[in-house]
């Protein structure tokens, strides 16, 4: 049976032989690639109607653009190379298959006049509703019909551009589990007959929530690991990021988009003081601001005027963007307003209840008021089911009674944190506080 993938197969003996010319060509070919992947895929997709062969199509592309770029250099507009290829590609296949006549002038009638790239701009030699291609993948890869860990491993694959092994590494998963997950998303997705469209009114809302709900999860993965040795994977940070503010470029009215960027923006702006020379952890207090990323702090405050000033004031991400802005613009630890990052989170957890964002709120009113104050709030927290087994309801339960000279208590708190984390940084960190109140 035909395949474009039983071509890429076949051919990628002779793409490593020319391509090997030039590691300069290479990295650049590869950059190009991860930026024009997800435009192409998405404008095929609108073509074909299937998501798992748009994404073969535009992979024959890229090795056609292997093939040829190492000779001809890449081209001015590679995004329309790419395309025309991949449209091309499909006419092929669907011929090759003896499909429909009707569906093989559907896609003919979308191939556009030839015009050279070298004389063209790249939207000119996109489809002009490429924005529109791009934003139903998205919502598609993030429809709610799938499991969450299946919208991220597919959206990091279609959107970020991320290979099966690269999202594998990131979440310390086995390739052929990843590429299973993928598999099965798209299947999931064609056996239910997801139309690719973005959808209105009341549904949008709902799958907009869930297409920032999936950024946010990858974003958090790559700014507090969950597992594995490394305290951050800056990787999926700034994938989640880039994907963000082409979301932002594609709904530049939606105020939680903008709020969610601004979050992500701020928060990654400390990336380079979060860690010492050693890769262990560094907390907030303690961090070197200026090595703090003025740059994208700017950004991200940008951004959250944005999304307040479209209504999202009481929006969930630009709230916590709101909190973050408050460490942002505090010069010195001890700037910090304190009182008004404890309210921040007290309406935060009115928006969007829940006992992480109160253990939050527990901390911010232990630096504004003391320990004493904060301390009930951690323990009535201790009294309920939902955060028994999250390490960080302990590591602060711990942080209180350190501060209240009640060491050892503390020290038993810090050891169950450690005992329940699966990050080994976090759980070296953990187990050194502990340690300490033991001298």
Known sequence: ??????????????????????????????HVWRVEQARVIASLTRMVRDIS??????????????RS???????????????????????????????????????????????????????????????????????TSCHPILPPESRVALTLRLIGGLTTEE??????????????????????????????EVPRGEEREERVASV??????IFNEGYSATAGEDWMRPQLCEEAMRMGRTLAQL????????????????QHS?????????????????????TWDQLMIRRGLDGLARAQNLGGIAGPYTLQAAIAACHARAKKPEDTDWNQIAALYGLLNQVTPSPVIELNRAVAVSMAQGPEAALPIVEKLRTGKALENYHLLYGVHGDLLRRLGRHEEANDQFRKAAGLTKNERERTFLLGRAAELTE
């Open 270 to 290: 400390r990336v380079r003081a979060r860690t010492n020379a050693k890769g262990e952890p560094v907390l907030l207090m303690d961090q070197n601001r200026a």
């Open 69 to 139: 770029w190492p000779d001809t250099g890449v081209p001015r507009n590679p995004g329309a190379w790419l395309m025309q290829t991949g449209k091309r590609k499909a006419i092929d296949y669907f011929r090759h298959r003896k499909m429909a006549t009707a569906k093989l002038e559907e896609v003919g009638r979308t191939m556009e006049e030839e015009v050279p790239d070298t004389e063209i701009a790249l939207h000119d030699a996109l489809d002009d509703d490429v924005g529109d291609d791009l934003l139903r993948l998205i919502f």
């Open 53 to 66: 062969l748009a994404e073969e199509l535009a992979q024959e592309a890229l090795m056609a653009a292997l």
């Open 212 to 217: 920032l709900g999936v950024l946010y999860l």
């Open 1 to 30: 049976m035909f395949s474009p993938l039983s071509y890429v197969r076949r051919e990628q003996s002779h793409e490593r032989h020319d391509f090997a010319r030039s590691a300069g060509d290479r990295s650049r070919h590869h």
């Open 167 to 196: 999202i594998a590494r990131a979440f310390l998963a086995q390739d052929t589990a990843i590429g299973q997950r993928i598999v099965r998303a798209k299947k999931t997705i064609a056996d239910a007959g997801v139309p690719f």
């Open 251 to 266: 709904m530049p009215n939606e105020p939680e988009v903008h709020g969610l960027l601004a979050l992500m923006e701020i």
